[in-house]
């Protein structure tokens, strides 16, 4: 069983602050607790908007709790009355996730049963030691850098072996494929985008991150893939022409990596075409057909590598593309 960082942060947390609240001498002080286990949250940006709509929550219902219980009276009734009142006044300031946090605050004011300044001000303590205390150790992320890059190299190896499959069953018809990678890759893709945003929530003051345009251009691309596999599975039959895409397509899987080499592939790729267009017509209902997926075929590969292209610049030095670009064939 693995212990996770809220876990662990709740477990400090909150003796800390029932330990501040006993020590400032605070009514109820065991409240405190209670408040900085309901503020811990998974990112600063939601810690930081936790604390902000729990603490604006309280104070809203201090108010309340004056005037109902003062003027009308301390009794069970007039608590759900107030409540009546109050929660949709909290959904009207959007501050709905401290209901919980302020129902703390109302039912200790309502077990004095007589409600001073000075008792005003001891909830008020009990309300800035709590909240302050999970804000606090809220304070602390672990960097998910690692996390995303095993992300990063768990979905390449799995581009990389659909890729491959895809050259065999061209090659050869293989058909022991699962397709087990199409499955994880997609899995692996919502992971690390809910990975990214919850890291880029743990960055308060930057809006870009590393790693989010490159899932994001995975993910268009892994698209891309999906909609190549209807394609390579209806070629009945194998020619000169689907041999070299295979080979295309096996070279294609040894590039997928976190650089930006796609020049060279949209190169060959390019070359390809100049080999489709000068095959001869075909001649039979099925030759017809590979032809016609071939060629819709080419197409997806060029927007997959359009996509790798546009993402970053090239790691191929301009001289060597030039060399590619006017290279016989």
């Not at 709790?65 to 759900?80: A, C, K, R």
């Not at 009355?81 to 919980?100: D, E, R, S, Y």
């Not at 390449?156 to 499959?165: A, D, K, P, S, V």
Request: glycine share 6%.
């Amino acid at each position: 069983m693995r212990i996770g960082y809220r876990t662990i942060k709740t477990a400090i947390g909150t003796p800390l602050s029932i330990s501040v609240a006993q020590l400032l001498g605070v009514t109820n002080f065991v409240s405190a607790g209670i408040l900085t286990i309901l503020c811990i949250q998974p990112s600063r940006k939601r810690s930081v908007l936790s604390a902000w709509h729990r603490f604006l929550a309280c104070v809203i219902a201090s108010l309340f709790s004056v005037v109902f219980f003062e003027l009308i009276g301390y009794h069970p009734v007039v608590i759900g009355i107030m409540l009546l009142l109050f929660i949709p006044v909290t959904v009207l300031l959007k501050v709905t996730p401290g209901i919980a946090t302020s129902s703390v605050i109302i039912l200790n004011l309502y077990g004095k049963e007589g409600i001073s300044g000075s008792f005003m001000i001891d909830q008020f303590l009990l309300i800035i030691v709590g909240i302050g205390t999970g804000l606090l150790v809220n304070l602390y992320m672990p960097s998910l850098d690692r996390k995303l890059k095993q992300k990063q190299t768990e979905l390449e190896r799995n581009f990389q072996t659909i890729l491959h499959e895809f050259a065999l069953y061209i090659r050869d018809k293989n058909e022991n494929w699962d397709g087990k990678e199409l499955n994880r890759c997609e899995e692996i893709l919502q992971e690390a985008l809910n990975l990214v945003s919850l890291d880029k929530e743990n960055h308060l003051l930057r809006n870009e991150h590393p790693y989010h345009d490159y899932f994001v251009m995975r993910n268009k691309q892994f698209e891309s893939l999906q909609k190549m596999l209807p394609l390579v599975t209806k070629l009945p039959n194998t020619d000169t022409i689907s041999v070299k895409i295979a080979d295309f397509f096996e070279r294609l899987a040894d590039g997928v990596h976190s650089g930006n080499t796609a020049i060279l592939y949209l190169h060959e790729l390019k070359q390809l075409r100049a080999t489709f267009d000068q095959e001869e017509l075909p001649e039979t209902q099925d030759a017809f057909i590979t032809r016609a997926n071939l060629f819709r075929l080419l197409h997806e590969v060029e927007d997959y590598l359009l996509l790798k292209e546009k993402f970053k610049q090239s790691d191929v030095p301009a001289r060597k593309q030039k060399t590619k670009a006017h290279s016989p064939g």
